[in-house]
């Protein structure tokens, strides 16, 4: 019988009312593990209410005591990362080293917002005019919200919380209802960690929970994470609401193999890159772009072998290359994809789509696929697959290749292998892509940095983590001040333009 999963409202557990739940799969065997709830609107509001409430208590608490709730948190999820990662990985269906990689990069951004009293330091202007100082701090928004995706249960929730707490706000999480457990989790122990009730409530549910989210007047700020159709809506609707947004989509991230690359490094990286995590990432590489037939006969006779030597095996198997997909839809997502580059005339070098796992033939799994000939008209080469499928374009010329991802519709990530800095400089310089790769294959920005794609990969204008989610999560206020003094008695005006 599924377990029943709750909400996290007011520093406690709120079994849903709604009647309406999700199914939460185990990947590896496809059987219902556990039913989350759906929150409708009151629900949703009950949760925003919570968040009201507690959140000027929270803004008053200086920022150095609010760091030190944080670095409590990371204690106690730094003791708690095995369970947590296993809890991850039996809901998404990562590998636990994968599923580490997760909580751990997610940690780290809750590490750069314990520098909070100094992010938050604001501007001063002294002697604007006769007696006259100018300033500049940073304030908390109020209450803000997190829509956040499957495919990062851990990062992607700590990404916006961290910073946004660290700030002063509360918040409101949305995780998604595919893996509800980590986030449940995440916020049991931020309230251990001396987190006021209220300040982080977590609310299960679909679309009648985010639009309940989106269309309340108390939600200041939404950062979402996610596709990129639902990304383009909740941006249009937050605008339409008046609320501050920043939402990243989908991605379709290009490796440039350039001749004078070394191949065997190139190979490794692209197979971690591309089927890693069942290429269940934004920034999974999914297109490689070898520059030359002798460069893309040498990266095939490399790249078959390998693909059809990838160990996909439980979530559990420390051993596996990747584990199965998340849900069933998505499995059969990606097998849709396959035969549509078929139709489209795609060669299909290596085709996973037979595997099986022996015990586990009801489980979301498939092998690797990878594709040769793949060129820009076809939809696997536009749209994104979200699977561990590699698509080989092959380019005549550098410029030709620059050209692919800097006109594809997204812009996440980038790559190029080779052993030339001009031709790297170039290539980072040029590219119009957000994120670029340098001998580098994931090229996920470190916490101090931002986060962000371009085009259809991001909408919104600051990026994630790093000192754009203070500015995210704050709101400037400028103050003139102005003291008499004998001196300055006698002029009234701040200094004009002539
Ligand atoms: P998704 O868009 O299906 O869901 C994301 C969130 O939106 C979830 O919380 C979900 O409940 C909610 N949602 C879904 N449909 C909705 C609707 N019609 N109305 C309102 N809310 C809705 O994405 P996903 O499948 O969970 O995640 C995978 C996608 O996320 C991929 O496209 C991937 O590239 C992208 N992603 C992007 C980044 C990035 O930083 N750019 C990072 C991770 C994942």
């Not at 700030?167 to 916020?187: H, M, T, Y």
């Not at 078929?342 to 290596?350: C, D, I, N, Q, S």
């Not at 799994?365 to 561990?388: A, N």
């Not at 001998?439 to 916490?447: E, M």
Request: net charge negative; glycine share 10%.
């Amino acid at each position: 019988m599924p377990r029943d999963l709750s909400h996290f409202v007011s520093g406690a557990h709120a079994p849903g009312r709604s009647g309406q739940f999700g199914d939460v799969f185990d990947p590896n065997t496809g059987e219902v593990q556990a039913r989350v709830p759906l929150a409708d609107r009151r629900e949703v509001e009950a949760a925003i209410a919570s968040a009201a409430a507690a959140q000027p208590g929270w803004a008053a608490t200086n920022p150095q005591k609010r760091a030190r709730v944080l670095m409590k948190f990371l204690e106690l999820a730094n003791a708690e990362m095995d369970p947590l990662a296993r809890l991850l990985s039996s809901e998404h269906g990562k590998t636990i080293p994968d599923a580490r990689g997760d909580i751990q990069r997610g940690l780290e951004v809750v590490e750069f917002a314990l520098g909070i009293p100094h992010l938050l330091k604001g501007e001063f202007s002294e002697g604007a005019g006769p007696g006259i100082d100018v300033h500049s701090i940073r304030q908390p928004l109020g209450v803000v919200a997190g829509i956040t995706p499957f495919n990062f249960p851990a990062m992607i929730p700590l990404w916006k919380i961290g910073p946004a707490l660290a700030c002063g706000n509360s918040f409101v999480l949305k995780p998604s209802e595919r893996n509800p457990s980590v986030p449940l989790r995440i916020a049991e122990l931020f309230l251990e960690a001396g987190l006021p009730p209220g300040v982080l409530n977590v609310v299960n549910g679909g679309r009648e929970a985010v639009e309940a989210l989106l269309e309340d007047p108390r939600v200041q700020a939404v950062g979402f994470v996610g596709s990129s159709p639902i990304a383009q809506y909740i941006y249009e609707t937050c605008a339409k609401h008046g609320k501050r947004a920043q939402c990243f989509g989908g991605a379709k991230n290009h490796a440039l193999i350039m001749p004078d690359a070394d191949l065997d490094q190139a190979v490794d990286g692209l197979i971690g890159a591309a089927y890693g995590s069942a290429g269940e990432r934004c920034m999974a590489l999914s297109v490689a772009v070898p520059v030359g037939q002798a460069t893309a006969e040498a990266l095939m006779a490399r790249l078959v072998p390998r693909v059809e030597a990838l160990k996909v095996g439980l979530s559990s198997d420390d051993q596996a290359d990747y584990g199965p997909l998340v849900t069933g839809e998505a499995l059969a997502r990606v097998r849709r994809y396959i035969d549509i580059g078929l139709e489209e005339g795609a060669a299909l070098a290596v085709d996973g789509r037979d595997f099986r796992m022996q015990g586990h033939e009801h489980g979301f799994f498939i092998g690797g696929c990878l594709f040769d000939h793949v060129t820009p008209s076809m939809r696997i080469y536009r749209e994104e697959i979200f699977g561990p499928v590699l698509s080989v374009v092959r380019a005549d010329s550098y410029e030709e290749a620059l050209r692919l991802p800097s006109e594809h519709a997204y812009g996440n990530g980038v790559a190029i292998f080779t052993r030339d800095g001009k031709v790297a400089r170039d290539f980072a310089s040029r590219v119009a892509v957000g994120m670029v790769g340098i001998n580098v294959p994931v090229p996920v920005p470190i916490a101090y940095h931002t986060f962000g794609g371009w085009k259809a990969s991001g909408f919104g204008d600051l990026n994630q983590h790093g000192p754009d989610s203070i500015r995210f999560y704050t709101r400037t206020k400028t103050v003139t001040s102005r003291w008499f003094t004998a001196a300055s008695e006698n002029a009234f005006v701040l200094p004009t333009m002539d």
